[in-house]
Every structure is written in structure tokens, then in C-alpha cells.
């Protein structure tokens, strides 16, 4: 038994290298479930999910784990058969309720079947086991995005960049989320850091060049928008854009170009045909030997000053909003409280275990209790109530 054992760990080391060949070699001739259950994954890492699939229920019959039902809904993943997913990624989380893991391949499952509500919960729930796993908080704060529910998504995001600084996809993310709310300052930081470090792509470059022109940046929007279509070509709307500011900055031949590229377009034909015969015309005017207008020399992309009034932050806490001071104010720390505690009574109601966290490590124990006991009572002996539930429930496990 020893020996078999040291086989299949010396397997399972070849598979995780990338050695396939060698782990399979390895597993020759053995038939018992965890040989079968290794072999499996070397078929799903091949591709062969139907024969992964196979594979994995022949695990199954013979002892149901969390683990094989886990690999099972994987493949179902790469099939596309989102039903299959969902019913052994269920089995798994049901057999193992702390296989994180598990519960975030179900909340993918679970969205890909139009069940945004229940995906939600089991990102959530993922995050109950582990609050450090990334991918779960990420997905949730794009669920609550797409549901319009901006200030968790951004209460998320704010977590995740605290967890990993350089994870591009939660600037993304809050970059969206900004132009959404139409805060176009604050979308710039996001995307001009995602450009400084090299992570920006078409959509990048196309968000900033709306974000610059809105806030008056012309020169800016019109760089930004060079990018874009230096990335994609095709892009219509960025070609519009890019030949309206050309045109405007008096780059009239740059701009001619553009819209003559988008004449045939079904969308912004009529538009682009329009305004060739316009420069045609204005061009027509112009002296033989006059040159169009300089634009500076592109020096990178910057953010704007977001224009926010200072403030004073009371803690650490991911989430929590701090009331603005004037600059010559000393703070009113009881103010500040009450202020914290009316903002996330919200999710504090909710029962929420991530807001009930925050607030019970960085609120509840700085609270000035006997000034606001009668100011808030039921908001108090609520939260008072939420955290000793959480305690009790930290404590269960």
C-alpha cells in the first residue's frame, strides 16, 4: 500500500509539472478510485472531457467525494453544459461545504444560466470560507455591477485592491463602474494607471478618450482614441470620435481621412458622408501652402485632479465612508460615527457577514456608546446584537 501510495504521488507531481505522459505511464495498470480520479484530470487537461467525464463517474459509483463531483462539474464547464455544471458543483459544495472553490464554479454556472441572484449567493458564500479569495469577489462585485448596485461593487473592489494592488481587472472594473456614475475624473485614475502598467487594451484606451473629452481634455481624448485604433482598426465608434476632434482641433485632413473610412458604415454613414462634403468644402478654401494648426507633443497620459473635498479617514476598514471635514475643522469623532453607522445600516440590516466584520473590528469597538445610545438606540442594540451573532458564529467554527 505504501508503495502504491508513493506512486500515485510521484503521478500527481508529473501531472502538476505538465508531464501527462509521465503521470499517466505512472498509473498504468492501477484501476482503484484514486488512480481513476488522477486520470481523469490528465484526460481533462488533454481536452477529452466526455472522457474525463466517464472516468469520473465510475469515482462516483463507487464512493461519492466533494472532490470528484468538483472535477465532474469542471468538465461539464468545458462542455458548456451549464445543467450538468451545476448539479455535480451542488453535489460538491452539499458534500464539502467549505470547498470554496467549488462554490465559486457554481456561481459561474449559475450566472451562465441566467441565475444572477443565486450566482450572487454562492460568490458570497465562497467568501464566507475564505474572504481573501479574489476571483469570488471580483465575480460579485461585477454581478452587483450589472445589477446597478454600485456602491457594493465598488465596496468589493475596494477589498480586492487592498488584497492585491496590481490586479488590473479590479481597476478595470471601478474604471466602468466610474463612467457609469458619470464621474470622469476618478474613471481617468483607474485608466491611466491600467496604461502606465501596461495593461490597457482597445476598450481602455476607447473609455479614456470619452472620459478626457468629457471633462474638456480634447487633445487628451484624441491621443487616447489614436490608441484605441492603433489596437483595433475596426472600431467605428472610436473613429468617429477620433475624426469629430480631429476636426475641431483644425487637423482637417486627418479628420477627412476618418470619416471617409466610415462612409459605407451602416450606422454612421450618413454622418461620415455629411461631414466629407463639409471639410471637402472648407478644405476647398484654404490657401495652397496653409498648414494645419500644431498640437502639442504627446507627453503620456495623466489624471486630472479628481476635484474632491478632503477627508478624514476614522479607520482602515474597506467599505466604511468617512464624513468630509473642512480642512481648519477639528473632527467631531462622535459626528463621524453616527455618520458611518447611517451610511451602512444598509447592509449592516442585511445581516451581511462582511459588513458585520468591518463594523464589528472597526466601528463597534470605537463607538462613544453613552453619547449615542440616545441617538441611535435601535441602530445600536442592532449592531450590538449583530456582532455577538458573529462572534457566536466565529467562535462555532
Keep these: 500500500m505504501a508503495q502504491q501510495d508513493a506512486v500515485l504521488l510521484e503521478a500527481k507531481a508529473a501531472l502538476e509539472a505538465g508531464d501527462d505522459v509521465q503521470a499517466e505511464a505512472?498509473?498504468?495498470?492501477?484501476?482503484?478510485?484514486?488512480?481513476?480520479?488522477?486520470?481523469?484530470?490528465?484526460?481533462?487537461?488533454?481536452?477529452?472531457?466526455?472522457?474525463?467525464?466517464?472516468?469520473?463517474?465510475?469515482?462516483?459509483?463507487?464512493?461519492?467525494?466533494?472532490?470528484?463531483?468538483?472535477?465532474?462539474?469542471?468538465?461539464?464547464?468545458?462542455?458548456?453544459?451549464?445543467?450538468?455544471?451545476?448539479?455535480?458543483?451542488?453535489?460538491?459544495?452539499l458534500l464539502d461545504p467549505r470547498h470554496t472553490d467549488a462554490f465559486i464554479r457554481l456561481g459561474t454556472a449559475l450566472y451562465q444560466l441566467d441565475r444572477s441572484h443565486e450566482a450572487m449567493r454562492a460568490y458570497e458564500q465562497a467568501l464566507v470560507n475564505d474572504p481573501k479569495a479574489l476571483l469570488a469577489r471580483y465575480q460579485l462585485a461585477q454581478l452587483c455591477t450589472e445589477a446597478g448596485d454600485f456602491k457594493r461593487a465598488l465596496t468589493q473592489l475596494h477589498v480586492l485592491q487592498g488584497l492585491k494592488p496590481d490586479?488590473?481587472?479590479?481597476?478595470?472594473?471601478?474604471?466602468?463602474?466610474?463612467?457609469?456614475?458619470?464621474?470622469?475624473?476618478?474613471?481617468?485614475?483607474?485608466?491611466?494607471?491600467?496604461?502606465?502598467?501596461?495593461?490597457?487594451?482597445?476598450?481602455?484606451?476607447?473609455?479614456?478618450?470619452?472620459?478626457?473629452?468629457?471633462?474638456?481634455?480634447?487633445?487628451?481624448?484624441?491621443?487616447?482614441?489614436?490608441?484605441?485604433?492603433?489596437?483595433?482598426?475596426?472600431?467605428?465608434?472610436?473613429?468617429?470620435?477620433?475624426?469629430?476632434?480631429?476636426?475641431?482641433?483644425?487637423?482637417?485632413?486627418?479628420?477627412?481621412?476618418?470619416?471617409?473610412?466610415?462612409?459605407?458604415?451602416?450606422?454612421?454613414?450618413?454622418?461620415?458622408?455629411?461631414?466629407?462634403?463639409?471639410l471637402e468644402r472648407r478644405l476647398a478654401t484654404l490657401a495652397p501652402d496653409a498648414t494645419p494648426t500644431e498640437l502639442a507633443p504627446f507627453e503620456g497620459f495623466e489624471p486630472p485632479p479628481t476635484q474632491q473635498p478632503e477627508t478624514k479617514p476614522l479607520g482602515?476598514?474597506?467599505?466604511?465612508?468617512?464624513?468630509?471635514?473642512?480642512?481648519?475643522?477639528?473632527?467631531?469623532?462622535?459626528?463621524?460615527?453616527?455618520?458611518?453607522?447611517?451610511?451602512?445600516?444598509?447592509?449592516?440590516?442585511?445581516?451581511?457577514l462582511d459588513a458585520v466584520r468591518r463594523l464589528g473590528e472597526e466601528v463597534l469597538s470605537r463607538l462613544p456608546l453613552e453619547g449615542l445610545k440616545q441617538r441611535l438606540p435601535k441602530e445600536l442594540a442592532r449592531l450590538q446584537e449583530l456582532k455577538q451573532r458573529f462572534q457566536r458564529r466565529e467562535g462555532d467554527r
Excluded at 488522477?38 to 472522457?51: K, V
Excluded at 469542471?74 to 459544495?93: N, S, Y
Design 167 to 278: 490586479y488590473d481587472r479590479t481597476r478595470r472594473l471601478q474604471a466602468a463602474i466610474f463612467l457609469k456614475l458619470g464621474d470622469h475624473r476618478q474613471a481617468l485614475v483607474e485608466l491611466c494607471w491600467l496604461a502606465e502598467k501596461g495593461h490597457a487594451d482597445a476598450w481602455c484606451f476607447g473609455a479614456m478618450g470619452r472620459a478626457y473629452r468629457a471633462i474638456g481634455e480634447k487633445l487628451q481624448a484624441l491621443r487616447a482614441y489614436e490608441f484605441a485604433l492603433r489596437l483595433e482598426p475596426s472600431l467605428d465608434e472610436e473613429t468617429l470620435e477620433a475624426a469629430s476632434l480631429n476636426e475641431e482641433l483644425e487637423q482637417y485632413e486627418a479628420a477627412l481621412a476618418l470619416y471617409r473610412a466610415l462612409v459605407s458604415d451602416p450606422q454612421w454613414g450618413e454622418r461620415a458622408r455629411a461631414a466629407v462634403k463639409r
Design 316 to 352: 482602515k476598514a474597506p467599505g466604511l465612508r468617512t464624513v468630509p471635514l473642512a480642512p481648519a475643522e477639528e473632527p467631531d469623532v462622535e459626528e463621524d460615527l453616527l455618520a458611518i453607522v447611517k451610511r451602512n445600516l444598509g447592509e449592516i440590516a442585511d445581516g451581511r
Design 26 to 93: 505512472l498509473l498504468a495498470g492501477r484501476t482503484d478510485r484514486r488512480a481513476t480520479l488522477l486520470r481523469a484530470s490528465i484526460r481533462c487537461g488533454r481536452g477529452e472531457h466526455l472522457e474525463a467525464v466517464r472516468l469520473l463517474k465510475t469515482v462516483i459509483a463507487e464512493k461519492e467525494t466533494a472532490q470528484a463531483y468538483y472535477r465532474l462539474g469542471m468538465c461539464w464547464e468545458h462542455l458548456g453544459q451549464w445543467d450538468g455544471a451545476e448539479k455535480a458543483l451542488r453535489r460538491a459544495v
